[in-house]
């Protein structure tokens, strides 16, 4: 929207403040001046790029319909999390941008208290526990058309909140939660002004509306319907009112092109000191690296991997380049109820010998350059390595073999042919037959719809094709621009299909991680990114045992189980190489969680 340290057992009562959760905190968001040295200035425009999607919604909380990650892009800097995650280049909490000061658990982790920082609105309105009930009320009512709700976190684990004071939430859970899990979880929870949002309609009045639940379900809708309104992202007076350290300035229809100007009342103490940061879309890899060449339209934006040997053309042109690994999980997605294949899928021994044959390695070293994690299992290597276990650190329980992925298939009752389609000839549930649902002829062939626009993905699709058919299995490479695939890709279970349940296998690219990196809805039966249908019990168990408690062993239990189940095909993740003008101060070390928003800390130097 997301740790790095080992967790120890946790005691019964303890309270994490933000300067503990930072973990040997750099002391704030950026805190490094990059290659720029000289005396800060205040003014100036920076452009910064990115390939792919654009978002289409501003308010806060996207609807579960709406699957465009980007949109926490659009409006993190105007309503940041309560937990603002990355603290320079550390996986932690940032205390200094985050809107709490701290967090006590107690009561055996069912009791949390929030105290909030002494901020205001841009209105100059005070920023009060009432803003959080105000959010809590609305997602308690609404969460299940929440984008970025976990099953069984907050608000459906929260049962009361009772606010003793103006800065003071007091939350009690229906069970224990794991402290590091439950403030990555307020990573997604964006305050609210209800001073200003509660309302059920353009002209209607505040009021306190969201103290019951048919006035909290009006607003939510009242506030979701204005948050889709493109045409009015900058001029609706809803939207004015913020607690981050940016406005919008502009946004054209779009979306490929918006802006933001600083917050003049930001509390916080990262104030702006550029005039203006523009963000800039590019439907491919050529157009971004043009404009790079160009020299003056674009100052950040990521070097596509593919073109790693520019580096040293763009750093004669004024730019430097710094490495940035990606907090998230890569992979290909089966869809367990496909009606063609979703059968195939559902066999352990199909998916182990498809991962038998991604040359992981190969890609990240031929396609990516290097820059890339190796893509093991759930967690990344290079993110995460205090949460990474010794078997992905070793290579995972499935390294490339064209041989085992051949072995399987053959011992299942198919017909290997190497370079054409295997198919089924000894259909039935028995150890050596294809499987249930699997009929007598059913060809190992698939369709791959992936995310369009940027040349490594296109070939590292294409490494993955011609390997699969080592074993006779074709995939039929389907590239997709982003919005249009996320519009037609719906969720598909055993008990519910979606009218876009027609896909096969997809790859988006990767899915974020929160700061404590387990499963937060990709896996688990149930879970918003889950699009495949996964479901497994134990999965389930272990995934549980990871959100109530933080202990390596647990976490690592979990993170092996996932990895050899294969809900997903892991693939590599690449690595942000992130170019920026060498005149810009602030830039560096990055911040892992957000690279592109941390743009408060930028500045020219004179």
């Known amino acids: 929207m997301r740790m790095r340290r080992p967790a120890a057992a946790l005691a019964a009562a303890l309270t994490l403040t933000l300067a503990a959760a930072a973990c040997s905190s750099s002391g704030g968001k950026g805190n ?89 609105w841009s209105d100059d309105a005070p920023i009060t526990s009432r803003d959080f009930t105000f959010v809590y009320n609305l997602l308690k009512a609404n969460y299940q058309n929440w984008i970025n709700y976990i099953p069984g976190t907050f608000p459906s684990d929260v049962t009361s909140v009772s606010t003793p004071d103006t800065h003071t939430a007091v939350m009690t859970l229906n069970q224990p939660t794991s402290p590091e899990f439950f403030a990555s979880v307020l990573n997604n929870v964006q305050l609210m002004p209800q001073h200003a949002w509660d309302k ?81 879309s590019f439907t491919t890899d050529t157009s971004e690296l043009d404009a790079l060449r160009s020299g003056g339209s674009v100052q950040v934006a990521p070097l596509p991997l593919n073109d790693v040997a520019q580096a040293g053309q763009l750093r004669a042109q004024g730019y430097s380049t710094v490495p940035l690994p990606v907090p998230g999980v890569a992979g290909m997605e089966p869809n367990f109820y496909n009606a063609q294949v979703g059968a ?24 990516y350059n290097g820059y890339a994690d190796p893509g093991n299992g759930p967690v990344p290597v290079l993110a995460f390595p205090n949460w990474t276990s010794p078997l992905e650190k070793s290579g995972g329980p499935y390294p490339y073999s064209p041989s085992s992925a051949i072995s399987l298939l053959k011992a299942h009752g198919w017909k290997v ?25 059913q060809q190992l062939q698939f369709q791959l719809a992936y995310s369009s626009g940027r040349a490594t993905t296109d070939e590292q699709n294409a490494a993955i094709q011609s390997s699969e058919e080592q074993a006779g299995i074709k995939l039929n490479l389907k590239p997709t621009p982003f919005n249009t695939l996320a519009g037609t ?25 929160l700061l404590y990196p387990a499963d937060t809805g990709n896996f688990a039966t149930g879970g918003p990114s889950n699009l ?20 390596t062993q647990t976490f690592f239990s979990y993170e092996d189980y996932v990895a050899r189940q294969l809900p997903w095909l892991w693939l590599p993740l690449r690595e942000n190489l992130v170019v920026y003008k060498s005149s810009l101060g602030g830039f560096a070390p990055t911040n892992p969680f957000s690279e592109d928003l941390d743009f408060e800390v930028w500045h020219f130097n004179k």
């Open 532 to 551: 495949g249908g996964y479901s497994d019990p134990q999965a389930d168990s272990l995934i549980n045992a990871t959100l109530q408690g933080s202990s």
């Open 344 to 367: 195939v899928f559902r066999q352990l021994y199909i998916r182990q010998a498809m991962e038998d044959l991604i040359n992981r390695q190969q890609i990240v070293q031929k396609v």
């Open 417 to 441: 042919v190497p370079g054409g389609v295997s198919t089924c000839q000894s259909p039935g549930a028995g150890p050596s037959q294809c499987g249930a649902g699997i009929a007598a002829g």
């Open 200 to 280: 059920e309609s353009v002209g209607g009045p505040i009021g306190n509306y969201d103290q019951t639940a048919g006035g909290a379900k009006a607003v939510y809708d009242f506030l979701q319907k204005e948050g889709s309104q493109i045409s009015t992202f900058t001029t609706n007076p809803l939207w004015k009112v913020v607690d981050g350290p940016w406005k919008l300035s502009d946004f054209n229809s779009d979306g490929s092109l918006y802006g933001y100007v600083p917050n003049k009342n930001y509390s916080g103490s990262a104030k702006p000191y550029l005039a203006k940061v523009e963000n800039q």
């Open 489 to 513: 890709t719906g969720v598909c279970t055993a008990k519910s299909h979606s009218q876009n349940c027609g896909w096969q296998i997809v790859e988006f690219g990767y899915n974020p991680y």
């Open 32 to 120: 490094g001046s990059g290659p720029a040295s000289g005396t800060p200035q205040r003014g100036g425009t920076v452009t910064q790029a990115w390939i792919g999607a654009t978002p289409n919604f501003i308010f806060p909380y996207a609807p579960a319909t709406n699957t465009d990650g980007y949109n926490t892009n659009l409006s993190q800097p105007m309503w940041p999390p309560l937990a603002f995650a990355g603290d320079g280049a550390q996986s932690a909490v940032n205390p200094q941008e985050s809107l709490y000061s701290s967090l006590t658990f107690s009561n055996g982790n069912k009791t949390v208290t929030m105290v909030l920082k002494d901020w205001k």
